[in-house]
């Protein structure tokens, strides 16, 4: 760079925006200005464009974000109660045997019925009617109901 081009860009002034008013900085305040504005304005984009909505944008003038999103259907010690319930059942599956564990997994995780598993493992439906019990009496008497 020359020493003209040097002299210029010393004389150079440096503006930013505040409540619709342009106000004269250093080089360096404006600098970090728009790189954040930048930064801002990418990070608005990209939500956009995964189609993240900020909660604050949801407000109107009829309702609020709250109200839009809230569940009034939606008990907060019903849902904490189902959340432990469900912790100790899966607690009480974990101390049966295998052969237990993976039926109650077959049954009500994947779903299959008894029948599908009687053609499957060649083991009679009844057997595994009878296999299903006595896990689920176990169960039972772990969570002591």
């Known amino acids: 760079m020359n020493e003209k081009e040097e002299r210029e860009k010393a004389k150079k002034k440096y503006f930013i925006p505040v409540d619709g008013k342009y106000y004269e900085t250093t ?50 010690e019903e849902e904490v109660i189902n959340k432990i319930l469900i912790k100790t059942v899966l607690e009480a599956i974990m101390t049966l045997d295998e052969e237990e564990k993976w039926l109650i997994q077959e049954l009500f995780f994947y ?35």
Do not use: H, P
Not at 57 to 69: K, L, W
Not at 117 to 140: C, D, N
């Open 111 to 145: 779903g299959k019925s008894e029948v599908v598993l009687s053609q499957e493992t060649g083991v009679a439906r009844t057997t595994l009617q009878s296999k299903k019990y006595k896990a689920f009496e176990k169960i039972k008497k772990i969570m002591k109901i």
């Open 27 to 76: 080089k360096e305040v404006y600098e970090v200005y728009y790189q954040m504005d930048r930064r801002e304005r990418y990070l608005e984009e990209r939500d956009l464009k995964k189609g993240i909505i900020n909660f604050g944008d949801i407000d109107n003038e009829d309702y609020s974000a709250e109200e839009i999103i809230s569940d009034k259907d939606t008990d907060i």
